[in-house]
């Protein structure tokens, strides 16, 4: 990594030197935001930057296909889809001729450093052309189009890729650009398609996009509650007709009025023979005679606006892309930017290339279990049953997954033989008594539903220890699942705390983190924190969109979220905002002032809206927050008001509990679901482990965790041990990782901030893709 000094003169390192950003292959929702990160961090470091149209065609074509970009080039197409400068597919380029030609354009401008967001494909070609460019320059000479010094001044060409593909296919990297905004349209599509089924009782045959890669169906197949899945690396083995006809009976007896099956477009059999969506669909109709219909998806799933995870994504790859071409030397080789565990990282751009296309010869062979690990069995399996009991129960505010999460961990609980119980109204609800059995069918459809199906309240348990105590005895309960925000991890080590005086809470207990405040300990995502930053997101678009007719007018929009800035700082990268106000970066009447003038500057230079976001609590009225004690959103308001009469007028939006509402988005239920499922089988195992003399003891602190996401590790961390990390008084863990989003957001709307505070990517090495319940989340 670079040292702060070396970050810190990294501003002057761009002065003579100039970018060039295309967008070529098929298009990805998020690579507007990916032109905007480029073009506004290429200015910031003082290069020249240069927007290149239609691809590689305009690469080749040259003229005004590049055309220098300011920083007003890029407004306003962060929320729009597609590509706003163009991309096309190029034979010209696979050429010697071709490549000539795009030499000889990006010499005339000055250039020596190209970013190229598209898939593997665009990204060899970039490789292929950079290894070329020392040749390539020499023939100009040649043939007298450029001078020798003009090849002695550019003779190197840097590249940095950014893999734009909706089907996340590439090696290296957890997700590429747009592939979380097709699952938003799938799941959309599924949503709508699933409330016609069960009107007429139907069967539905989905065919999503995916020729080489099963991504997109597996996780709309998770995230849906599908009842059968065809994917290019998995498929069906021998006789899976019959199978899956009885498993669609089998669901019909059990009261089910609907049927979704998901076909990936590559799906083959065990022989490598295609399995059309059509074809499935005749086998239900001719052996079960169900009205069943086919939709394919088709294109609709690259278009509309890009998911707030697709923006925030292109937004880090895009700032981390410039100063990896600032960084590079001739020596250095070309460098594909990925994400690892939400972080950047820089990977060696041919060798995510080349282990991707080794996994399409992998299945090409039919070498499938190389390709592929698929634990999707877990939720359409029943097995024996066991001697113990499972209670889960939601606590805190309602947050979009928790319905996910407590279906898997259900099933996945009955699968393995359990009694389950379920909690009305959380720990309240369990010192009043109201449990009840759930069974396999008590869950169907709830995983595309928003808020707490179980009810959740914020009590916590020290208020009614012994009516809980009694009630985990009279029901015989083993374990305890808590889904829930800060309030359920509060909860549990409060529960852990007492075991020395009930030896009836000497159980195993796990806590799900599910808040839209983002704000537990052991986590870095919490279930509903994504689906509330999509719904701030999709506010904001439309407030922007409002403004479009009245120049100059600035919104201050507050978003909820307790002590915690997450949700106000994600949704103002998603948005382009121009500052975010939260409680963990300090500010005084002098920032504000700043930010007024800063704004105001841009404003004269006739930008047409600007957007503040601040946060409020999400327990106090609407008009309370926690950002800080005297600037308040009226506060900020009057001040913009004040100080931009003249220039410009201002608003103030209030988002309020919309955040907290609506069907959750694909990464939480996908991200629910998985959850729920580790869960069920840690706890499974401390059952097992503490069974001793014919009851469960489980006493040691290993046995009461929070199950969290950190980097790309699923851990179990003891709740005593998360203690030391809390800062208890606001509700929040006291180191955050998302902090060191803000210079980025600060960078991209111009402020002068200091570099120092940009943590740069790590170099990694590549890995090779499996497609699992992990992917991507």
């Known amino acids: 990594k670079m040292s702060s000094m070396d970050l810190e003169k990294l501003k002057m390192t761009g002065a003579g030197r100039a970018i060039a950003v295309l967008t070529s292959g098929g298009d990805a929702q998020g690579m507007n935001a990916a032109v905007r990160a480029v073009t506004r961090m290429g200015i910031y470091v003082g290069a020249k930057v240069y927007l290149i149209y239609e691809g590689y065609q305009g690469l080749v074509d040259g003229g005004d296909n590049i055309k220098l970009a300011h920083w007003h080039s890029v407004t306003n197409i962060i929320q729009q889809g597609g590509t706003v400068i163009g991309s096309a597919r190029c034979k010209a380029f696979t050429t010697r001729e071709g490549r000539l030609a795009a030499a000889f354009n990006l010499v005339k401008k000055g250039i020596t450093n190209l970013c190229v967001c598209g898939g593997d494909g665009s990204l060899t070609g970039a490789n292929l052309f950079r290894t070329e460019w020392s040749s390539l320059l020499e023939e100009l000479v040649q043939k007298g189009r450029i001078t020798d010094t003009m090849a002695k001044q550019h003779n190197h060409l840097n590249i940095v890729g950014l893999v734009g593909s909706i089907d996340n296919d590439f090696c290296g990297t957890d997700m590429t650009i747009g592939a979380d905004s097709a699952l938003h349209r799938i799941m959309e599509i599924i949503d709508a398609i699933m409330t016609t089924a069960q009107s007429h009782q139907r069967t539905f045959v989905l065919e999503v996009m995916g020729r080489h890669c099963g991504y997109l169906a597996l996780v709309s197949a998770l995230a849906s509650g599908a009842d059968w899945l065809f994917i290019p690396e998995a498929p069906p083995q021998e006789g899976w007709e019959d199978r899956m006809c009885a498993r669609l009976e089998g669901s019909r007896i059990k009261g089910s009025r609907l049927n979704i099956i998901i076909v990936a477009e590559g799906a083959v059999d065990i022989h490598g023979k295609p399995i059309p969506s059509t074809y499935v669909k005749d086998l239900v109709v001719k052996r079960l005679g169900y009205d069943t219909r086919v939709t394919v998806l088709g294109h609709v799933q690259r278009g509309g606006t890009p998911s707030a995870f697709d923006r925030i994504l292109s937004s880090k790859l895009g700032v981390e892309a410039v100063i990896a071409l600032m960084e590079a030397s001739p020596t250095t080789p070309a460098c594909a930017i990925g994400l690892s565990g939400n972080h950047p990282v820089r990977l060696p751009l041919m060798e995510c290339v080349e282990m991707t296309k080794l996994v399409q010869t992998a299945m090409n062979e039919k070498r499938f279990d190389e390709a592929i690990k698929l634990p999707y069995k877990y939720l359409t399996h029943v097995l024996p049953q066991s001697n113990f009991s499972l209670a889960i129960l939601n606590v805190g505010a309602p947050a979009a997954g928790m319905n996910a999460a407590a279906r898997s961990a259900v099933r996945l609980a009955l699968a393995h033989g359990h009694k389950v119980y379920a909690v009305q109204d959380g720990f309240q609800g369990l010192a009043k008594g109201e449990v009840f059995e759930m069974e396999w069918h008590s869950v169907a459809g709830w995983t595309g539903q928003g808020g707490s199906l179980l009810g959740t309240k914020r009590t916590l348990p020290n208020k009614h220890m012994e009516k809980i105590v009694e009630t985990i005895a009279k029901f015989n309960i083993s374990a305890l699942l808590v889904i829930g925000g800060f309030e359920g991890y509060e909860g549990v080590l409060q529960l852990f705390e007492a075991r020395s005086r009930y030896d009836e809470l000497c159980i195993p207990m796990c806590v799900i983190p599910a808040t839209i405040s983002n704000n537990v300990p052991g986590t870095d995502f919490s279930l509903g924190a994504d689906t509330a930053v999509n719904a701030a997101m999709e506010g904001c678009d439309k407030i922007k969109q409002s403004a479009t007719g009245t120049k100059r007018r600035v919104f201050v929009v507050e978003t909820m979220g307790g002590f915690c800035g997450y949700l106000a700082t994600c949704t103002g990268i998603a948005v382009g905002a121009d500052a975010a106000y939260i409680f963990e970066d300090p500010f005084n009447i002098h920032d504000l002032k700043t930010n007024v ?57 209030v988002l309020g509990h919309l955040q907290q509402g609506g069907a959750p988005s694909p990464f939480d239920r996908n991200f629910g679901t998985k959850l729920g499922v580790r869960a069920v089988q840690w706890i499974s195992e401390r059952l097992t482990e503490n069974f001793r003399q014919d009851r469960v003891f489980a006493n040691s602190p290993e046995t009461a965790c929070v199950l969290g996401l950190n980097r790309k590790v699923i851990a179990f961390s003891p709740v005593t041990d998360l203690k030391a990390e809390t800062d208890f008084e606001h509700r929040m863990p006291k180191v955050q990782w998302w902090f060191k989003l803000r210079p980025m957001l600060k960078m991209l709307a111009k402020y002068q901030t200091s570099f120092c505070e940009y943590v740069p990517g790590e170099i990694e090495h590549v890995t090779r893709r499996s497609i699992s319940i992990d992917s991507g989340f």
């Open 597 to 653: 003038d800063h704004l105001t500057e841009k404003m004269k230079k006739d930008i047409q809206r600007g957007l503040v976001l601040r946060y409020v609590t999400l327990i106090d009225s609407m008009k309370n927050e926690k950002c800080h004690e005297n600037y308040t959103t009226d506060f900020i308001h009057k001040l913009y008001s004040s100080e931009g009469k003249g220039v410009f007028d201002c608003r103030v939006n």
